[in-house]
């Protein structure tokens, strides 16, 4: 039997999800339409003059082979991001999930990293990783591996997901976690009494339960990989060299903050924002259906 | 009686707070931190303390592009400061900015306060006036790009300690360091800047048509003539030979030369301070190097750093303020320490002249370097500065091209190519925004 609550009062329901409600609108619904608006203007940086130009922003960007190649650097970085840092952080996870000496303390390392924002991640990763003087150069010429980001584009990209994935290992750890400790003992006793090794008990029965919660970081690892690994970039790389690793969401930023290109950069984070509605979609509607709830 | 209490403490502090006789306050937004920013408040506290109408604020807003923005919101919302400090490349922007901005020239005419554009050194001045030779902000901090070297490295590989004229030269001393055992022999700051702005100014070639864009918002690029091409892949040689290291596209390689880790490097006149603090170096400064088959090089450089503008929308009292304080600034006894706390360039030529008067330049050798290679020649069209819309990403897009073919991926014509497609069609869209 499903449990309903029933208002009495026609109003109440709504005075109660109108804060919610103002929030969704003040600041995501206002904005975006915002952005709309002036996606489809030609403006000067101050607001003096502005003109409807209609899609003409949009037929800039899509002549632009550059845009387009940011399209292939920010899907080669996203998917990197999101599949290395799930990846990791479930290995991590059920491993720190074994452990039974000092496992507390594990998992405080692993969870650390969260606490350290996007750009001083961005900026550790600069410095020790930087071009004759970092830390990891250094070893990495005893090795005799030539590094320097700072013109090699694939090295600047390895770089960058190297950081943007440290960053969102603690967070992926972290669900992963509290995923393994809610799997019922008994049910993995049994299937080792049934003679499964680990690797058999591991992809038979721990991966499929946990499969919602592997399905919830996927999107907020696309989520993060998409928006919020901006301040890692701008760290360490601004977008270079060349255009190794001008993900959409930097291009956004450079062209309308630094550069003050109203109208390109808001048809640009339009097109960002239909991308990532689409990849929800995608997600929710093809993935979700192979998720054992 | 607390109630009571309280509204008297408030009575008295107001009364402190707005004294009987008001002072104006002028709003002024910077981008200079650190020691700069500990010396521009040096010069907005002198200034409040010779005189009592009126009062610069002074608000740090983080970098360039930052405070730039910042006051692009601020207009919007009508809370514009007086006076905001604007990087050069952010001149164009300003400039077609018609309704924002008050030009320089209007508002010393309407304060009734003296001002002769000619005071100023000319490349400053060309810079920052319109074509009928009205400045339209005042210069501030200026700087123009130098080549230092260090001469303990040129010892160390048994070379002459002297610096290299032309580029043929720095190739051969690049050569001779790198077989003595140098690992980082030459390094740059600024990519376009150095080697696009600078090195068209100083071989008398146009960065683009229009007189550099100041003539008109339809100009284009032509930074893909033969000398240019032959200048970038000079430097991409040099790169593939080890002889060129890349440091990045704003001021990282003034790190790596004040570390001892380059022994040349082409950085801006500006990390002189740093140089100096390090200690690490036996420093030399020396003007840029030259092609010596190009005619009529060297020319003169071009400056960088920013201008303040001012901007619409305040009350005539406040432009008196605003006025009287660029009076202030222009002085050269003003202008002079401003020079020697910074080493950015003088301003005026009076206080070039009083610096030398004082002897700084003598127990100082080198720090008129600057000065003597903006004022080199008269400068031309092609090295009066330059003024293209949309610059920020347009310098973005030189820089990532330039990238292209340090890296060995574009041959430099095709990336020079590629980048003067790519800006030209940033220069329409600006023209046609700004109509």
Redesign the interface.
């Known amino acids: 039997m499903e449990k309903r609550v029933v208002f009495r009062s026609a109003w109440l329901p709504f005075v109660l999800v109108a804060p919610q409600l103002a929030i969704t609108v003040v600041f995501f619904f206002w904005p975006a339409s915002q952005a709309v608006w002036y996606s489809f203007q ?8 502005s ?1 409807f130009v209609g899609l003409q922003n949009f037929y ?1 960007l899509f002549k ?1 082979s ?1 845009y387009l190649l940011s399209f292939r650097t920010t899907a080669v970085f996203s998917v990197a991001v999101a599949g290395i840092g799930i990846a990791l952080s479930l290995l991590l996870a059920v491993m720190a999930d074994r452990v039974v000496r000092g496992a507390m303390a594990y998992k405080t390392l692993l969870i650390w990293p969260y606490a350290v924002a996007a750009a001083v991640a961005g900026v550790l990763y600069a410095f020790m990783f930087a071009p ?2 970092g830390i990891v150069t250094f070893m990495l010429r005893q090795f005799g591996v030539h590094w ?1 980001w ?4 694939n090295q600047a990209m390895l770089l960058v997901i190297m950081a943007a994935v440290w960053n969102q290992i603690s967070y992926n750890f972290l669900f992963f976690l509290a995923g393994l400790q809610s799997i019922p003992k008994s049910l993995i006793e049994a299937a080792a009494i049934d003679g499964a090794g680990p690797a058999r008990r591991f992809w038979s029965i721990i991966f499929p339960l946990l499969s919602p919660t592997a399905f919830f970081l996927l999107v907020v690892n696309v989520v993060y990989a998409f928006f919020g690994t901006f301040g890692i970039i701008d760290a360490i790389t ?6 190794s690793t001008t993900i959409l969401v930097y291009k956004v930023y ?2 309308g ?5 109203i ?2 950069s808001s048809a640009q984070s339009v097109i960002l924002m239909a991308i990532v509605i689409a990849l929800t979609v995608v997600q929710f509607r093809y993935i979700e259906r192979r998720v054992q709830y | 009686m607390k109630v009571r209490l309280l509204a008297a403490a408030a009575a008295v502090a107001g009364a402190f707070a707005f004294p009987a006789h008001a002072q104006v306050e002028v709003q002024w937004w910077h981008s200079m931190g650190g020691a700069l920013g500990e010396a521009l408040n040096g010069l907005a506290n002198q200034f409040n303390a010779e005189q009592k109408d009126y009062k610069i604020v002074t608000s740090y807003k983080g970098s360039y592009p930052e405070s730039m923005t910042a006051a692009i919101a601020a207009f919007r919302a009508a809370q514009a400061p007086h006076i905001l400090q604007v990087f050069e490349v952010g001149t164009a922007t300003m400039m077609s900015a018609k309704g924002a901005i008050k030009p320089v020239y209007q508002l010393m005419k309407e304060a009734g306060e003296p001002f002769d554009p000619k005071a100023y050194l000319p490349t400053v001045t060309g810079y920052y006036s319109d074509l009928k030779g009205n400045m339209l902000s005042l210069p501030f901090n200026s700087s123009t790009a130098l080549f230092y070297i260090d001469r303990n490295k040129f010892k160390a590989a048994g070379l002459p300690p002297v610096a290299p004229k032309t580029w043929k030269q720095v190739v051969a001393t690049a050569e001779k360091l790198k077989a003595a055992g140098q690992d980082c022999v030459y390094t740059t700051g600024w990519p376009s800047w150095v080697h696009i702005e600078n090195f068209s100014a100083w071989h008398n070639i146009p960065i683009g048509t229009r007189q550099n864009g100041m003539g008109g918002l339809d100009a284009v690029f032509t930074i893909n003539s033969p000398t240019h091409v032959k200048h970038i892949q000079m430097l991409s040689d040099m790169a593939k030979k080890g002889l060129f290291t890349y440091a990045g596209r704003t001021n990282q390689a003034d790190a790596k030369f004040q570390s001892g880790e380059c022994a040349m490097a082409t950085i801006s006149a500006g990390a002189l301070g740093g140089t100096i603090k390090a200690g690490k170096t036996d420093w030399q400064l020396n003007v840029l190097p030259y092609h010596d088959d190009v005619k009529g090089a060297p020319q003169n450089g071009i400056i960088g750093g920013a201008s303040l503008w001012v901007m619409s929308g305040r009350k005539a009292e406040e432009y008196k303020g605003v006025a009287k304080f660029f009076t202030f600034l222009s002085r050269p006894e003003v202008q002079m320490e401003w020079h020697i706390k910074t080493g950015y360039v003088p301003i005026t030529l009076a206080a070039y002249e009083l610096t030398k008067k004082s002897g700084f330049y003598d127990k100082n050798p080198g720090r008129d370097t600057a000065v003597l290679q903006l004022t080199n020649k008269a400068p031309t069209a092609n090295s009066k500065g330059l003024r293209f819309g949309n610059f920020v990403q347009g310098r973005t897009i030189i820089e990532e091209e330039l990238e292209a073919a340090f890296a060995g991926k574009k041959t430099a014509k095709v990336a020079l190519d590629a980048a003067v497609k790519r800006g030209n069609e940033l220069l329409r869209q600006f023209e046609a925004a700004n109509k």
Do not use: E, Y
Request: proline share 3%; no cysteine.
């Open positions: 030609l403006q000067d940086a101050f607001g003096l003059r003109q800039t632009d550059n004759s003087i320097d700072v013109i090699n584009g601004q977008g270079g060299p060349a255009q450079h062209d903050v630094k550069a003050a290109d109208g390109g």
